[in-house]
């Protein structure tokens, strides 16, 4: 690596900034980052800096292997078998994890697995292999590997808004795939404004919440996966507003989510998302067997329809099953499971 591109890792410490983080993320990265050398950041996933948005680390090879079987078995759901895939998987043990599988030369953990899921889904729903000169752009991008996939297989221009301590993460793990790629750093953008001169000048672009963006970026995809569910609603609503004044019109939004979830200090429902009216429901499921999470596909129109209203308004229903009362406030439904899994505790020692 490069010592400037060092020193541009560096530089996103400056933009740490407390406000920027929910309860959820307060607590997972804590002070971490606090006194980073840049040797904990090339073992990133094995020194649990990226706990919480990988913890492939803490999985035994019994479970990882588990894993693979139900993973092969998912992939029947889009007639493909594990060696039709196994380009997609790393083939460096970037981070450095340790829990892993080597298959023809290549690096298979518990997060690839998932990250190649969610992929699939993209691929079938949302692009096409012949399509040229994409624009995309994922809100919570975990350390990279998501977007690893997509810039590897379609050459896209890539956006990712993220927290600048996972920024760092990207950072280094995407360029050490992507050596050759022009690779935007908040560095790069004067007062952290992001123009269209930048859009050309640039293929890989990272960038903090507190970006301005200062030009249309004129998106055919934007994602967000397991990542508004652990977020305050106003960071979400604000996201919204990005998707939707960016998204071209046939654009599509991939959003992966639990149907509930209140780590962030509030209580997330995919059914309260904000949704602009403008826009066709392409697909609206359980995320294939992860029973909590909802995959909801939608293209961008230009015609307001009850469409969108109507599928949020089904998928409240499946919600019944996965949040407790509206009345309970969030403290006291964590003094109730810590109770209830410490009398599990102390059933099994019995």
């Known amino acids: 690596m490069e010592s400037k591109d060092k020193d541009k890792i560096y530089q996103i410490k400056k933009l740490i900034d407390k406000k920027f983080k929910s309860e959820h993320w307060d607590k997972y990265i804590g002070k971490k980052f606090d006194n980073l050398s840049f040797e904990e950041i090339t073992k990133f996933r094995q020194n649990g800096l990226s706990d919480g948005l990988d913890n492939s680390r803490l999985v035994n090879l019994d479970f990882l292997n588990k894993k693979i079987l139900d993973f092969k078995n998912t992939l029947e759901f889009f ?97 050490q795939f992507f050596p050759n790629k022009r690779i935007c750093f908040p560095e790069d953008l004067p007062n952290l404004c992001l123009e269209e001169e930048h859009v050309k000048k640039y293929d890989i672009f990272l960038l903090p919440p507190s970006i301005k963006i200062q030009t249309n970026l004129k998106l055919n995809c934007a994602i967000n996966s397991s990542s508004f569910m652990e977020m305050r609603k106003k960071d979400i609503q604000e996201y919204f507003k990005i998707i939707e004044k960016n998204l071209s019109n046939g654009g599509f939004f991939f959003n992966n989510n639990r149907y509930f979830k209140d780590t962030s200090g509030e209580k997330i429902r995919l059914y309260e998302y904000p949704y602009d009216k403008k826009c066709k429901v392409i697909y609206s499921n359980q995320f294939l067997f992860f029973y909590r999470l909802h995959t909801l596909i939608t293209k961008k129109t230009d015609v307001e329809t009850n469409e969108i209203i109507e599928e949020l308004s089904k998928i409240k229903k499946k919600a019944k099953n996965h949040e407790y009362p509206n009345f309970m406030p969030i403290k006291l439904m964590r003094i109730y499971q810590s109770i209830k899994k410490y009398l599990k505790i102390r059933v099994l020692k019995i």
Not at 107 to 133: A, G, M, T
Not at 147 to 171: H, S, W
């Open 79 to 175: 007639n493909l078998d594990f060696d039709k895939v196994n380009h997609l998987f790393m083939e460096k043990n970037i981070g450095e994890n340790k829990s892993f599988i080597n298959y023809k030369d290549k690096y298979i953990d518990l997060v690839q697995l998932d990250h190649i899921i969610l992929y699939l889904l993209i691929q079938r729903y949302c692009l096409k292999k012949e399509d040229k000169n994409l624009s995309i752009l994922e809100i919570g991008a975990g350390f990279g590997n998501l977007a690893r996939m997509i810039v590897n297989e379609y050459n896209a221009k890539y956006f990712i808004i993220d927290l600048p301590e996972t920024l760092i993460l990207q950072a280094y793990y995407l360029t």
